[in-house]
């Protein structure tokens, strides 16, 4: 079952430190750009992930081509994607271990989240963490 309850959300958030962004975009219009940007400032390290611009930086940051590339210690995998892909990012993130899939507004897989849920991962759909973070009054997250 997806975390729905402020008490599980805000323990996902205050509790990650590394952030996968896939669907990263280079385009200050696009709204994954003002994302990341809002959960750097917050203190997140994010890392964006998007193969049509590997290579690339976004906020001074490289992006990578997909998650298996990343070798860092993944909390949440953000997903800007259509509903439709998240099943094979959810196979990835499962892959890398990261501990949760937060799916952004607008994007809900019942199927994927079963399968991200059944490998031990948390589960957060159609909901945006820079919002959430807001609304809930999450301060600034403070790397170890």
């Not at 994954?32 to 690339?56: A, W």
């Not at 059944?118 to 945006?128: F, P, W």
Request: aromatic share 4%; glycine share 10%; proline share 5%.
């Amino acid at each position: 079952m997806p975390l729905t309850a402020d008490e599980d959300i805000r323990e996902l958030l205050t509790t990650a430190r590394t952030i996968a962004l896939v669907g990263a975009s280079d385009r200050p219009d696009r709204p994954s750009y003002g994302v990341m940007k809002r959960l750097q400032d917050h203190g997140y390290r994010v890392i964006p992930v998007n193969p049509q611009i590997t290579g690339e930086h976004v906020h001074g940051e490289f992006v990578f081509r997909e998650l298996g590339q990343l070798g860092d210690s993944i909390d949440i995998v953000d997903i800007f994607r259509r509903s439709d892909s998240v099943g094979a990012i959810v196979d990835e993130a499962i892959a890398i271990g990261a501990k949760a899939i937060w799916m952004q507004l607008g994007v809900v897989n019942d199927e994927a989240a079963a399968r991200a849920e059944a490998a031990g991962l948390k589960v957060v759909m159609d909901r945006c963490p820079a919002i959430e973070i807001a609304r809930l009054g999450i301060g600034p997250v403070v790397q170890d």
